[in-house]
Structure formats: structure tokens, C-alpha cells
């Protein structure tokens, strides 16, 4: 059995519902919860946290059923992007609060928020209160005060969606050691894929309070379920034929274009293609390269977004979506009606049908 299970959970408020969802997450695993606004994954945290009492189905934590349990007895934490800090209280007393329900000692108290603290990097902030904090210091200290209980479960709904790119750098490095020196398991809500790479060892995508695919980071990005999953993941998925085999690689023919790939597959099969966008590099000219795939094409769109680039390349009647540096697209020259070169391995082609 696993440490986590969620089966088959219904639940409908209105504007949100679950459909039947289940998911399984084992001792320390970091679940990413992803998909578009509405999908039901912040009810989904608050039902397995006892908010909400599922209309159907059942939460399995190491082995007890905990459906009907009240949220204080669940040893489950959560916490949202929302500091929801107590203001009349300092940082230490914000910690030690949570504690103070569970240890009588002074002394122990004292040393368990010293040591979450120390971890967080929040050691200097404890007589301060939430109002003087800066919006990463606030997060930490609620970070800190949520995992000072050691909770068997910590749940996090977009904690840092509000945080600059560097500040939400800072506090994943930190929030990843202090998971790994209290060994727990975690479901974590995010719009932002950063989080998912940099801390999450599985992904789970939701749509519409259903589970659309799940699995490691390699199963879900490089082999993305097609239509919606790669659609949303932006994941450039082609519909071809493999016409030949070349020593160990297929040739697949998608419209006008040739792609090789070192995934197995069958002369005549009908297959699709996942290309992930950051692994197509783009050149103004045909490249000496390991490469198999130097596609010849067209860009047809230039899109800034956040701190990348997305260039759009027409090949063959068909468009694949790169992702590059701002300082790459400046260097390269790239405009919209030129022509360019789309290279990657046949390895970043992978087939998942």
C-alpha cells in the first residue's frame, strides 16, 4: 500500500468539482499538481486536508482512512500563497505556535523552531513581526511554521506565485533541503513548470477534476498523453508514419517532414511524435552536429514570455515551437519570414502514440 491514497474522490461545489480522481504518492515523494485554472486541484488539496467531506470515495494515509477525520487530527499541513502570518505575533511565536499544542517544554519548543528556522534561513527574523518581513521572508516563516509540526503530509497551493523569479529561486533551494531533513512527502499546486523541475519527482495533470496523466517528469514531458496533456505541457507533438528503419533509428514522414527517432516502432506504423521545445536549438545555417534532425524552415512567429523566447518554425506545412534566451534571439538575428535551421537529437524525438 502506498503512503498516499486518494481513490476515486467526487466532489462538486459549484464552480469546482472533483470527478473520480485518484492519485497515489509514496514516503517523500514531491507530487506536482498541474493543470489549467478551475481543474479542481486546490479542492482537491483542501479535501485531503479535511475542508471539504468528499461526496464519494476515500483518503488512505499510511494505511488509515482519514476521510472522516477533522483536519487537526490528520497531521497534515497546508499552505497557500497567502501568508496568513498572525500580525500581532513575531516570527518565533508564529512558529512555536502550531508547536505549542503538541510539546509542553519551553526548551523543546525552542530548539525545534531554531532548527526549522536555521534551515530556512529566516534565524535573524525572529523577533520581527509579519508587517516589517519582506513577501520571500514571509513565505519562509509560513513555510517554517508548517513544517515545524513535522507533518506526515505537507500540502502547498501556489506558494510562491507572488514572489519574484530570483526570490522563488532562493526559497525552492531552501524548501528543498528542509523536506529532505524532515522527510516529507509533499503535493504541491503550480502554474509554473520551474517548480515542477526544480522539486517535484512526480507530475499529475488534472483537467475539469480529472486525472488527464501521471507519472515521472520524463514519462509526463518527453511522452506527453496527446491532445490535451501535450497541448497544455506546450509540448510539439506531430501525427506521422515510419517509412523505414536506419540502423537503429525510425524514419517518420509528418507531412513534409522527415524525423528521425531512436525510439522503437515498426516500418508502416501509424505513430506520434513529442518534441519538447527548449530541446530544439535553432541555427542560421546548416550545423556539423550529432544531430539527426536539421530541419530547413520558416519562422513564422516571435513571442516574448517571462525571461524566454518562443519562436514559432514552419516546416513542411507543419509548426514546431522553440524555446530560446532573449540574448540567443538577439544574437541569431531572428525575425519573422526568415529562414533558420531547427536541430535536435533523434533521441528528443520520442514516440508516444
Given amino acids: 500500500m502506498s503512503f498516499l491514497e486518494v481513490r476515486d ?34 479542492l482537491l488539496l483542501e479535501t485531503i486536508i479535511g475542508f471539504y467531506r468528499p461526496e464519494k470515495g476515500r483518503i488512505i494515509l499510511e494505511g488509515k482512512d482519514i476521510t472522516d477525520l477533522p483536519p487537526d487530527m490528520r497531521h497534515i499541513s497546508i499552505v497557500y500563497q497567502d501568508h496568513m502570518l498572525f500580525p500581532h505575533m513575531d516570527v518565533f511565536k ?8 503538541k510539546l509542553r517544554d519551553k526548551k523543546q519548543i525552542e530548539t525545534e523552531v531554531k532548527q526549522i528556522s536555521e534551515v530556512l534561513g529566516i534565524r535573524e527574523l525572529m523577533h520581527r513581526k509579519p508587517a516589517t518581513l519582506s513577501g520571500g521572508e514571509k513565505q519562509r516563516a509560513t513555510l517554517a511554521r508548517s513544517l515545524v509540526v513535522r507533518p506526515k503530509l505537507l500540502l502547498l497551493d501556489e506558494p510562491f506565485s507572488a514572489l519574484d ?21 509533499v503535493l504541491h499546486v503550480t502554474h509554473d513548470f520551474e517548480d515542477v523541475w526544480a522539486l517535484a ?5 488534472i483537467k475539469k477534476g480529472e486525472v488527464m496523466q501521471a507519472g515521472d517528469l520524463e514519462s509526463i514531458f518527453r511522452r506527453p498523453s496527446p491532445d490535451f496533456v501535450a497541448e497544455f505541457l506546450g509540448t510539439n507533438v506531430l501525427k506521422g508514419k515510419v517509412k523505414t528503419i536506419e540502423g537503429k533509428l525510425a524514419v517518420i514522414e509528418a507531412g513534409n517532414m522527415r524525423i528521425y527517432s531512436s525510439d522503437p516502432a515498426e516500418p508502416g506504423e501509424e505513430v506520434t511524435v513529442s518534441i519538447r521545445p527548449e530541446e530544439v536549438i535553432l541555427a542560421r545555417e546548416t550545423v556539423e552536429s550529432s544531430a539527426r534532425n536539421i530541419l530547413r524552415g520558416r519562422i513564422s512567429g516571435i513571442f516574448k514570455k517571462e525571461h524566454v523566447v518562443v519562436v514559432n518554425v514552419e516546416i513542411g506545412g ?16 531572428l525575425e519573422p519570414g526568415k529562414g533558420i535551421y531547427a536541430v535536435f537529437k533523434a533521441s528528443n524525438a520520442k514516440i508516444i502514440r
Avoid at 167 to 183: H, N, P, Q
Wanted: with cysteine; glycine share 8%; charged share 30%.
Fill in 9 to 42: 474522490l467526487s466532489l462538486d461545489i459549484g464552480n469546482f468539482e472533483l470527478n473520480g480522481i485518484g492519485l497515489k504518492a509514496e514516503k517523500e515523494d514531491y507530487l506536482a499538481l498541474i493543470g489549467p485554472t478551475g481543474s479542481g486541484k486546490s
Fill in 94 to 101: 508564529n512558529i512555536a505556535y502550531a508547536l505549542r499544542k
Fill in 165 to 185: 523569479a530570483r526570490t522563488k529561486e532562493r526559497i525552492r533551494e531552501m524548501l528543498k533541503k528542509a523536506i529532505r531533513e524532515y522527510s516529507t512527502t
Fill in 201 to 205: 519527482n512526480r507530475v499529475v495533470v
Fill in 318 to 333: 507543419k509548426e514546431i515551437k522553440t524555446v530560446i534566451t532573449p540574448t540567443s534571439c538577439e544574437m541569431l538575428g
